[in-house]
C-alpha cells in the first residue's frame, strides 16, 4: 500500500536525522467509505506493530469511564482522551517482558504524568468543594491533594506499585549512588567503614523516599519533569508574580517555586479551553522529543530507530479528535520545534471540513473591574493568557500539520494477502546500540568490576593499610606467606604493633609497642603545625610465630617517645614530631625504609633527622648512604659499628664501638687465664663462637669477631688464641646445638672452656643451656658483647657450670638523669613505682641511648629553629655544648674518636648463678659515663669474683656523677 510504503520511507529518513512528520489524515471521498477507510487505519497499525514501531491507539468512541468533562466542550474531551496514553503499557509495552521486536526501554512520560496528577487533583478539589475564594486557600487545598496523591495521577497512586516508585527516584537515585561513591572513596574510611557508611546513606534515602511524609516525594524540584515545569516557556508567568527558580541549593525556595506553578497551571486546566489542552499536548510531546534525544546520556536517540506511531480512530468534532489533531499542529507551530510523534487519523467525509474550521477560543464570564486600573490590569492578564491560542494556526482555520489523504473508492477495497503487507524499513543496529547498550555497560561493568576488585587485591597485597581503591603508600608489605612484614615509614594510621596482645606481667619489656605508637600519635596531635619532624627507624617486626613485641624496638622507641614527651613539656623550645619507620626483622630491609623516609623527607621540609639504626648489619651502610645522599643526619644510641663513623658524615652515634668494647673486656680476659676453677686447674681452652646463616646480613657479629681475635687471646690476655674456631647456623632463630657438641670436645674435657660468642642475644641462652647438658662437669667461661643486654635468661637457661661476661653501652649507676627515671614512671605504661638504675625495665640501656640520642637530634634541630634537616646536621656536627643525660654527658664536639669511642658510656656485667641458693643473679663489674676521657680499667677496678652485696654496696656508697668501676 502506498501508505504503509510512505510511513517506512519516513522511517528511513528518521534513521538519519529529525524529518518533518505530518499527521496522515485518512478520510474516503464519500460518506459511504468511512467504514473501509477506517480499516485502512487498522491495517497500517497491524503492519507498524509488525514491524517494531510503538503505537498508541485512540479510539474517541470506545465506551469508557465516565469522566466529568468540565468547562472547554471537545477541548475538554481531547485532553481526557490523553490521560492513558501516559504508561508504557499503551504504547505496546508490557511492565516484564518487554514487547517481542520493539528495541531498547519503554517509553516514560514523567511530564505528562505531572500535568495528568494536577488535572486530577483539581478535579478532586473541585467535587469535594475545597475551593475557596481566596487563592491563598485554594492554592493550600490543592497542594494538599497533591500530596495525597503523591504527585502521581490518581490511577498511579491507586496502583502504587514498586516499579512505578523505582521508576520515578531516578534523580534521587543517581545523587545518592554519586554521593555514597564519593562517601566510599574517602581515603581515610577503610574498605568496610566505607560501604557501610554508602549502605546506611542509600538506606536513609529510601526511607525518606517510600515513607510518604511531607507534602512532597524526596527531591522532587530536581526531576526532570519539574525542571521542564519551570523552565518552559509555554507556560508564562502571569503578570505581578515573583518568577519562579529552583536550585540544589535552595529547597525550600524550589519547592514555593514548584507549589506555585502548579496552582498557576491548575487555574488554566480548571478554565479549560485551548490552554488545558495544549498543555497535554506540549508534555506528550516533550516526553516523546526527550525519549528520542540522541545526545542523552544512554544515546537513546540513536537506538530508537523508529518514530512513535499514535492513531487516531474515526475523529470528529463533538468526541475531541478534531481539537486533539488542531492542538498537536498548534503546538508544533507555535514551539517551532521538531519532535518524533507520527499520527495517522481516520475521520469520516463528512467531518473533514471540520478539521480547518475556525476555532476562537471560550470567553471566560468574569466581573468588571470597578476602575481604570484594575480594567487594564484584566486586559494585560487576559492578552498573555490568550497569547497562546492567538498564535495557533488552526484559530484562522487552518492545520498545517496535517496531511489530508482522501482514498479513492478503488483503493478502499481490502487489499490481497500478499499486497497487504509492505518491505520494512532497513532496522540494521547502529554502533550505539552494540557500544552503549545494557548488555555492553553490564560486560564493561563487569569488567571494570574485575579489574577494581584486582587492583584492590593488589593493593591489599602490597601495601599495610588500603581503603577502598586507596592505600597508604609509605609503608609495604615485604615478604611471603606468613613472614610478611610491613615496611617503611608510618604516616597514616599503620601501627606495626597493632594485633599485638596486652602486656603481661613479669614481660620485658612491661609494655607494648602500639602502646607506644599511641602515645606518640597523641603527642604529635598536640605539637602543632610549626613542630619539626624526627624519625626512628628500628626493628620493629618480630619473627615468624612470636605474637611479642620486638624487644629493641619497644625498648628504643620507648625512649623516643619519652625524649618526645619530655622535650616538648618546655616551653621554650620548639616542638618535636615522631614519625616511626619499620626495617623489618633484624632491620633486614632497611634499605627500603630508608628510599621511603628520603621520599617523605621531598614532600614534608619538616623531617630533619632520623635516630634509630641500632642494629649493624651489612645493609646499614648503604641506607646512612641513602639518608646521606638526602642530607638527613642520623644519631644512633645503640649501633656500635666502628666503620660507619668514618665513612659517613652524616653518622652519629653515642654506642661505644667493638673494637674499644672488646679492649675494655681484655681485663677480664686476664683474670679468667690466671684463675683457676673449682677442681684446681688453671689451663684454659679457648673457643670463638660465630653467627652464620644462609644469606645473613647481621655486620656485627662479623666485627665482634675481629674485635675479639685482636683483644682477646694472644698477647697480654693470657688466653691463647682459639683453639678452634666454629661457625654456627641460624634458623627459624634458633642455633644449631651441633656447635656445642663440638666445642665441648676441643681441648682436655677437664679443662675450663673460654668461649668467645660473637653472637647475638637471642643465640646466647639455647647456647648455654646446650654447655650445662652436654659439658656438665666442666666450668664454662663466656664472653660475649652488648648485644646480650636484651637477653632474658630464664632460670633454667643458665646452668651452674657456665659464667657469663658481657658489655654493655649504659651503666646506669655511673651517672644517671634522676628525671629520666621519674617521667619514665609517669609516662611508660607497665613501669614499677620507684624505679631506678637496674631496673629490668631500662636494664638494657636501650631506653636510655635512644632516649639521648632523641635528645642530641631535638636540641640540634632546635638550635637549627626546625628550618631542616642541613642545618641541623650543621649544629650536629658542630657539637659546642655537652648534654647531661640519662646516659652522662653527651655531645659530638670531637666525633668521631680517632682511637674509638673514649667519650662513650659503657659497663661489664657477670651473669651466673648464686652458690648460696642457686638463683640466677647479674652483678655489675664496673662501668663509666658518658662524656669521660678513655678508660682502661685493671683488675682492681673489675674483679670478676665480686660479689653481689659488693656491687651492692659500692653501688650505695658511690657519690653521684663519679667516674671508674661500680
Wanted: charged share 25%; hydrophobic share 40%; net charge neutral.
Amino acid at each position: 500500500m502506498g501508505i504503509q510504503a510512505r510511513i517506512e520511507g519516513l522511517v528511513r529518513d528518521f534513521r538519519g536525522g529529525e524529518p518533518l512528520v505530518p499527521m496522515f489524515v485518512l478520510h474516503a471521498e464519500e460518506s459511504a467509505g468511512d467504514e473501509r477507510a477506517n480499516r485502512i487505519l487498522d491495517d497500517v497499525l497491524a503492519v507498524q506493530v509488525d514491524h517494531g514501531a510503538r503505537c498508541a491507539v485512540l479510539d474517541p468512541r470506545a465506551p469508557g469511564p465516565e469522566q466529568p468533562i468540565g468547562p472547554g466542550g471537545d477541548r475538554a474531551r481531547a485532553a481526557l482522551l490523553l490521560q492513558g496514553i501516559d504508561t508504557p503499557r499503551a504504547w505496546g509495552d508490557s511492565e516484564w517482558p518487554r514487547m517481542p521486536g520493539v528495541p531498547y526501554r519503554r517509553y516514560r512520560f514523567p511530564r505528562l504524568r505531572l500535568v495528568h496528577a494536577i488535572a486530577d487533583a483539581v478535579r478532586e478539589v473541585d467535587q469535594q468543594g475545597e475551593a475557596r475564594v481566596d487563592p491563598a486557600a485554594e492554592r493550600r487545598a490543592l497542594v494538599e491533594q497533591l500530596a495525597r496523591q503523591r504527585w502521581r495521577p490518581r490511577a498511579a497512586h491507586r496502583r502504587n506499585s514498586l516499579g512505578e516508585r523505582l521508576s520515578e527516584a531516578g534523580t534521587a537515585g543517581l545523587l545518592a549512588a554519586v554521593l555514597a561513591v564519593l562517601t566510599a572513596l574517602l581515603p581515610l574510611f577503610e574498605a568496610p567503614i566505607a560501604f557501610s557508611v554508602a549502605c546506611g546513606f542509600l538506606m536513609l534515602l529510601a526511607v525518606l523516599y517510600f515513607v510518604p511524609v511531607g507534602r512532597a516525594p524526596l527531591l522532587l524540584w530536581m526531576r526532570r519533569e519539574s525542571r521542564w515545569f519551570l523552565t518552559t516557556t509555554f507556560l508564562l508567568p502571569v503578570q505581578g508574580r515573583q518568577s519562579y527558580e529552583a536550585g540544589l541549593l535552595h529547597p525550600f525556595r524550589s519547592w514555593r517555586s514548584v507549589t506555585e506553578r502548579a496552582a498557576d497551571v491548575a487555574g488554566s486546566l480548571r478554565d479549560g479551553g485551548n490552554a488545558q489542552l495544549q498543555l497535554h499536548v506540549l508534555a506528550l510531546l516533550e516526553d516523546l522529543r526527550d525519549a528520542h534525544r540522541r545526545w542523552s546520556w544512554d544515546l537513546r536517540g540513536f537506538k530508537r530507530l523508529r518514530p512513535p506511531v499514535l492513531f487516531l480512530r474515526r475523529a470528529d468534532a463533538s468526541d475531541g479528535g478534531i481539537a486533539l489533531l488542531q492542538a498537536i499542529s498548534d503546538v508544533r507551530t507555535v514551539r517551532s520545534e521538531l519532535d518524533p510523534l507520527l499520527v495517522v487519523a481516520s475521520v469520516d467525509a463528512a467531518d473533514v471540513e471540520g478539521l480547518d474550521e475556525r476555532r476562537v477560543p471560550d470567553p471566560v464570564e468574569r466581573p468588571a473591574p470597578y476602575d481604570f486600573a484594575d480594567r487594564l490590569a484584566r486586559l494585560h492578564e487576559d492578552w498573555e493568557g490568550a497569547l497562546r491560542a492567538r498564535q495557533s494556526p488552526s484559530s484562522s482555520g487552518t492545520v498545517p500539520w496535517a496531511l489530508r489523504i482522501a482514498v479513492p473508492a478503488a483503493e478502499l477495497e481490502p487489499p490481497v494477502q500478499q499486497v497487504r503487507w509492505c518491505e520494512r524499513a532497513a532496522a540494521r543496529p547502529r554502533a550505539a546500540r552494540v557500544l552503549w547498550s545494557a548488555w555492553a555497560g553490564i560486560v564493561v561493568l563487569g569488567v571494570a568490576a574485575g579489574l577494581l576488585i584486582s587492583y584492590q587485591a593488589d593493593l591489599a597485597d602490597t601495601y599495610c593499610r588500603t581503603g577502598l581503591f586507596s592505600a597508604d603508600r609509605d609503608t609495604e608489605l615485604v615478604g611471603s606467606g606468613a613472614t610478611r612484614e610491613c615496611i617503611g615509614l608510618s604516616t597514616g594510621a599503620v601501627r606495626f604493633g597493632a594485633g599485638l596482645p596486652p602486656a603481661k606481667k613479669g614481660d620485658t619489656p612491661p609494655w607494648r609497642l602500639e602502646d607506644v605508637e599511641k602515645r606518640i600519635a597523641d603527642a604529635n596531635a598536640k605539637a602543632g603545625a610549626h613542630a619539626f619532624t624526627v624519625v626512628y627507624a628500628g626493628p620493629l617486626s618480630t619473627a615468624d610465630g612470636d605474637n611479642s613485641s620486638p624487644v629493641k624496638g619497644a625498648e628504643e622507641l620507648a625512649g623516643v617517645a619519652l625524649a618526645q614527651h619530655r622535650f616538648n613539656a618546655d616551653e621554650g623550645k620548639t616542638k618535636m614530631r615522631v614519625l616511626v619507620a619499620n626495617g623489618g626483622v633484624d632491620m633486614g630491609h632497611q634499605t627500603e625504609m630508608a628510599r621511603r623516609i628520603v621520599a617523605y623527607a621531598r614532600r614534608d621540609p619538616s623531617v630533619v633527622g632520623v635516630v634509630g639504626l641500632g642494629r649493624n648489619t651489612t645493609d646499614t651502610g648503604k641506607a646512612v648512604g641513602i639518608l646521606r645522599d638526602a642530607q638527613l643526619p642520623v644519631v644512633s644510641g645503640t649501633n656500635s659499628s666502628e666503620a660507619l663513623p668514618g665513612a659517613y658524615r652524616n653518622w652519629y652515634s653515642l654506642a661505644a664501638n667493638d673494637d674499644w668494647q672488646a679492649r675494655k673486656l681484655a681485663v677480664i680476659a686476664r683474670q679468667l687465664a690466671g684463675r683457676e676453677d673449682r677442681a684446681g686447674r688453671d689451663t684454659r681452652t679457648t673457643v670463638l663462637l660465630t653467627r652464620s646463616g644462609p644469606g645473613t646480613k647481621d655486620q656485627y657479629t662479623k666485627d665482634q669477631a675481629d674485635a675479639f681475635r685482636k683483644h682477646l687471646t694472644g698477647g697480654d690476655t693470657g688466653l691463647d688464641k682459639p683453639s678452634r674456631e666454629l661457625t654456627y647456623q641460624v634458623s627459624g632463630g634458633k642455633p644449631a646445638a651441633s656447635v656445642v657438641d663440638t666445642a665441648c670436645k676441643v681441648g682436655d674435657e677437664r679443662d675450663p672452656l673460654v668461649v668467645l660468642v660473637a653472637g647475638r642475644a637471642e643465640d646466647l641462652p639455647p647456647l648455654t643451656r646446650r654447655f650445662g647438658t652436654v659439658c656438665a662437669g666442666r666450668d664454662i667461661s663466656v664472653i660475649t658483647g652488648d648485644d646480650v643486654s636484651k637477653a632474658h635468661f630464664p632460670q633454667e637457661s643458665l646452668p651452674a657450670n657456665v659464667t657469663i661476661y658481657h658489655s654493655t653501652l649504659v651503666d646506669p649507676w655511673a651517672w644517671y638523669d634522676a628525671a629520666f627515671y621519674e617521667e619514665a614512671q609517669s609516662f611508660l605504661p607497665g613501669i614499677p613505682e620507684g624505679i631506678g638504675p637496674g631496673d629490668d625495665a631500662l636494664a638494657s640501656g636501650q631506653t636510655a641511648l635512644a632516649h639521648d640520642a632523641t635528645w642530641a637530634l631535638a636540641e640540634a634541630a632546635d638550635k637549627a629553629e626546625g628550618r631542616g634537616p642541613a642545618e641541623t646536621w650543621f649544629w650536629l656536627a658542630k657539637g659546642e655544648d655537652t648534654i647531661t643525660k640519662a646516659t652522662g654527658d653527651i655531645g659530638f664536639a670531637h666525633y668521631p674518636q680517632a682511637e674509638g669511642h673514649g667519650a662513650q658510656s659503657m659497663a661489664m656485667w657477670r651473669v651466673s648463678r648464686s652458690p648460696e641458693d642457686g638463683k640466677l643473679e647479674s652483678v655489675l663489674l664496673c662501668g663509666i659515663k658518658a662524656g669521660h676521657e678513655d678508660w682502661m680499667p685493671d683488675a682492681g677496678d673489675c674483679p670478676i669474683d665480686k660479689t653481689a652485696e659488693e656491687a651492692e654496696k659500692e653501688r650505695g656508697g658511690r657519690v653521684r656523677g663519679g667516674a671508674g668501676c661500680a
